[in-house]
């Protein structure tokens, strides 16, 4: 719980390579409809830091929807404690 630190490194499946110009949004939310901020900052190409605050325990949902270079969304989900 408490504030946190995730590390994001996104590549391209095929070459390895980092994907420049990436664009995406992050969202953290437990299924109750609780949702915390989450900032995003650019630790290098393709590298990402994200910062976020788990308020409670339990099982959380991080969604990054991707909006460029092309539209996608991936879900992880995480075990708070």
Do not use: H, N, Y
Request: proline residues 2%; positive net charge; contains cysteine.
């Amino acid at each position: 719980m408490g504030e946190q630190d995730l590390g994001l490194e996104v590549t391209d499946a095929q070459s390895g390579q980092r994907i420049p110009g990436l664009k995406f949004t992050v969202k953290c939310s437990m299924s109750d409809g609780m949702v915390e901020k989450v900032t995003v900052s650019i630790t290098k190409a393709g590298q990402f830091k994200l910062k976020t605050k788990f308020a409670m325990s339990g099982e959380w949902k991080l969604q990054i929807q991707q909006t460029a270079p092309i539209k996608q969304t991936v879900d992880f989900k995480l075990k708070v404690q």
